[in-house]
């Protein structure tokens, strides 16, 4: 079974609207991390949200949240206000075994999603 | 500061030649990581290094190698490559401190094509 599945090959956004590109995972660790990357077509990963396990809060980093449902197992990434730059990429990834004193620097990617905000 | 620097950029090589990515991290920053990105399989994560021991391996053949040096640069090696070696590879670089939110920080890949 896929770790990270990312269910939308696609999006379309209308510029200053706001998008949420869906995230679901799977584990059996009771403490893990989640992360949203955007890779623009020059190819670099650009970090954008990180979520841990056992945080309470959903995380937000400026236009960009992560809506953390644990029970569901998802992690969508919430854009506010789209860009004509954020049309990239965007990946969902997950690191397992977070409470291994940060020794699991391994990441697991979904598929991607990629966004295309129109003016 | 300046980022994560992956050379060369581009590179184009023929089956069964070998070839030797190097990947500068972030000054300061211990763990460099490496992954293979293809259109069919996505992103893979290949290995990883921190004070120049291997802590992670991903699912490759023996065929894919790395190392990482006392200043923490790193470079992976493929030998006798394959048409399907075809790839961007892409090097990470982070803290590894204790319980860090622990961003991995992407330099912009190396893109290898074999002929």
């Known amino acids: 079974a896929q770790k990270i599945t990312q269910t939308q090959p696609g999006m379309f956004v209308q510029e200053k609207e706001a998008v949420t590109l869906d995230c679901t995972y799977d584990?059996?660790?009771?403490?893990?991390?989640l992360f949203w990357y955007k890779q623009p077509s020059s190819g670099e990963m650009i970090f954008l949200i990180y979520q841990g396990s056992y945080d309470e809060q959903n995380a937000t980093e400026g236009r960009y949240s992560l809506n953390f449902q644990k029970a569901r197992k998802s992690a969508n990434l919430v854009i506010s206000a789209s860009q004509l730059g954020d049309s990239a990429m965007y990946f969902c990834a997950m690191r397992e075994g977070e409470d291994s004193g940060g020794s699991n620097y391994k990441l697991t990617f979904g598929k991607g999603t990629l966004l295309t905000v129109n003016p | 500061k300046a980022g994560v620097t992956q050379t060369p950029r581009y590179l184009i090589k023929t089956r069964g030649q070998q070839v030797t990515l190097s990947c500068s991290p972030i000054?300061?920053?211990?763990?460099v990581s490496w992954y293979q990105q293809t259109p069919g399989q996505g992103l893979q994560f290949l290995f990883e290094y921190f004070s120049e021991t291997q802590r992670n391996k991903g699912n490759f053949p023996g065929r894919f190698s790395g190392r990482q040096f006392s200043n923490s640069r790193s470079e992976m090696n493929v030998s006798t490559l394959e048409l399907g070696d075809s790839a961007l590879y892409l090097c990470?670089?982070?803290?590894?401190?204790?319980?860090?939110?622990?961003?991995?920080?992407f330099g912009e890949g190396s893109r290898l094509t074999v002929l």
């Open positions: 000054s300061g920053h211990r763990s």
């Open positions: 990470a670089s982070s803290l590894a401190w204790l319980r860090s939110p622990g961003e991995l920080f």
């Open positions: 584990t059996s660790d009771q403490s893990y991390g």
